[in-house]
T-cell receptor
Framework: AQTIHQWPVAEIKAVGSPLSLGCTIK??????LYWYWQATGGTLQQLFY??????VESVVQLNLSASRPKDDQFILSTEKLLLSHSGFYLC???????????FGEGTRLSVL | GQQVQQSPASLVLQEGENAELQCNFS?????MQWFYQRPEGSLVSLFY???GTKQSGRLTSTTVIKERRSSLHISSSQITDSGTYLC??????????FGKGTKLSVKS
């Protein structure tokens, strides 16, 4: 079975501290992977997408970066968190050309 | 840029009533998708519907490309249907542009 797992489930971090969020896909080789972000009460926005290892495209600039170190892994990170980074982060992978993406359970981030 | 407008922003129904959620998009699209967002934030895919009508149980999605709109019809609403419904427009480079959502509350 194909599964998508995000970690951690939730984080409380201080402004200026580093962040690393992870996403792992099981059961699918060479998946197209995506990071989304939603501010509290806001609209879901696509941040990054990756179609292969080592290749990441940025969609929205939020002082965040993403990396694809392995075929089944997608990492979202920053060296210095801002208050505006608070929100809900979702990882997704595209199941097929004419199908909706499958989303992970998400990570809720609070920056204080 | 691409814009997606959803209406209404919120909706309150009595259990058993029907609901019609609307989504209007500003540019040509590659796909139109509907999602249900649970209160804790996770998403459930409801429909991938770039054109025409699709039905799944009590849910029906209709997309009319030339009118740049899509709708989600919920029949015989149940309390468990409560939550936020999101539509998303697919564009180039697999980018999804989401609407702000319709928050549905179904009461007994």
């Amino acid at each position: 079975a194909q599964t998508i797992h995000q970690w951690p489930v939730a984080e409380i971090k201080a402004v200026g501290s580093p962040l690393s969020l992870g996403c792992t896909i099981k059961g699918k080789s060479s998946p197209n992977l995506y990071w989304y972000w939603q501010a509290t009460g806001g609209t879901l926005q696509q941040l990054f997408y990756s179609i292969t290892v080592g290749q990441v495209e940025s969609v929205v600039q939020l002082n965040l970066s993403a990396s694809r170190p392995k075929d089944d892994q997608f990492i979202l990170s920053t060296e210095k968190l801002l208050l505006s980074h608070s929100g809900f982060y979702l990882c997704a992978w595209k199941v097929g050309d004419n199908q909706a993406p499958l989303f992970g359970e998400g990570t809720r981030l609070s920056v204080l | 840029g691409q814009q997606v407008q959803q209406s209404p922003a919120s909706l309150v129904l009595q259990e058993g009533e029907n609901a019609e959620l609307q989504c209007n998009f500003s540019t040509s699209l590659n796909s139109m998708q509907w999602f249900y967002q649970r209160p804790e934030g996770s998403l459930v895919s409801l429909f991938y519907n770039p054109s025409g009508t699709k039905q799944s149980g009590r849910l029906t999605s209709t997309t009319v490309i030339k009118e740049r709109r899509s709708s989600l019809h919920i029949s015989s609403s149940q309390i468990t249907d409560s939550g936020t419904y999101l539509c998303a427009m697919g564009g180039s480079n697999a980018k999804l542009t989401f609407g702000k959502g319709t928050k549905l509350s179904v009461k007994s």
